[in-house]
């Protein structure tokens, strides 16, 4: 079974194939309607059930459109309207009888071991649509973007301003696994866990951690941050958002990136706090093209698992 859970599990080279697949898969349809459905419709009778525990946009409709353009259909199941949701089912049960009607599952929730747990008890694939560890989705569709708008990712430099959340966890995995260099720029308490650092060391990522923003942004190809308050964060905001200002992506911040470098934000943002409005509305940000690709690198997420 091939599970969509974590960018470490899968080797370098299939992680290469998922993103030149949606990159010819993104161009074959170039000329065809939003809803039409690829040529090949590999996905013809097939299933995918999504769940959400968590609120989502982007996610949400770039499944539910990935699944229709490779011809298959989708069927969105609100936790509050199902058993498993109500705590009046098991995780277990509900993964058996998941797998007798659908063909692959996503979920987004707040424990990472809950997709874990999930995958064990399923005889059908799970893809991970974002934990409170990681955001794999996202982070395939910001390598595919990036390749897109600068070429190969490989050498390229990724500077990362913010929390050390989720989204920074799976761009960390993808840098040891695109070999690209990673410098992620944080105050003391909100860097990433040393679990994957450690993970990243061991596997020769070329990631470093400082305090300093302006000197972390110097020769960057890529700028990226997130919200500084996570959907699953329970902390003290005010302190949080305090401590975050000088992390900010603003104008000043993009001078000191190379010229030609780009803006990621995986979306939905809060304009005036992480980003100004000038830099995500302005001519270097990328953030509606990240939100389009993950249409793209979604459908070849969805046939990678389901091609054994
Ligand atoms: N970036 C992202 O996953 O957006 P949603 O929360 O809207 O799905
Ligand atoms: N870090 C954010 C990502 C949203 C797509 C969150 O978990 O809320």
């Not at 939905?268 to 302005?282: C, F, H, K, M, Q």
Request: charged residues 30%; contains cysteine; positive net charge.
């Amino acid at each position: 079974m091939k599970n969509f859970i974590n960018i470490s599990d899968i080797s370098k080279k299939e992680l290469r194939l998922i993103i030149d697949n949606a990159k010819l898969r993104k161009e074959n349809r170039a000329n065809l309607k939003k809803n039409s459905i690829d040529a090949d419709a590999p996905l013809e009778g097939k299933i995918l059930i999504m769940i959400f525990e968590k609120p989502s946009t982007r996610t949400r409709i770039s499944f539910d459109l990935a699944v229709k353009q490779l011809g298959g259909k989708s069927l969105i199941l609100n936790p509050n309207d199902i058993h498993y949701g109500i705590g009046n089912e098991s995780l277990h049960d509900t993964a058996k009888i998941l797998s007798q009607y659908a063909d692959i599952v996503m979920l987004r929730t707040d424990a990472h071991k809950k997709v874990e747990d999930f995958s064990k008890y399923l005889n059908i694939p799970i893809i991970n649509g974002l934990t409170d560890l990681s955001h794999p989705c996202q982070i395939m569709s910001d390598i595919m973007t990036f390749e897109e708008l600068k070429g190969p990712i490989k050498n390229k430099k990724i500077v990362c301003l913010g929390d050390g959340n989720n989204v920074v966890y799976s761009l960390i995995e993808a840098a040891v696994q695109f070999d690209f260099e990673l410098r992620i720029a944080c105050p003391k308490g909100f860097e990433p866990s040393k679990d994957i650092l450690q993970w990243a060391k061991k596997n020769k990522g070329n990631i470093s951690v400082t305090k300093d923003p302006i000197d972390a942004v110097s020769s960057a190809d890529c700028v990226i941050t997130d919200k500084w308050i996570s959907m699953s964060d329970k902390i003290n905001k005010k302190k949080k958002k305090k401590m975050l200002k000088p992390y900010q992506v603003n104008n000043k911040i993009m001078k000191k990136a190379n010229k030609d470098s780009i803006f990621m934000h995986c979306l939905p943002a809060s304009r005036g706090e992480e980003v100004t409005n000038e830099v995500i509305d302005g001519k270097q940000s990328a953030v509606w093209l990240e939100a389009l690709n993950r249409i793209h690198v979604q459908k070849s997420i969805i046939e990678w698992c389901l091609n054994n």
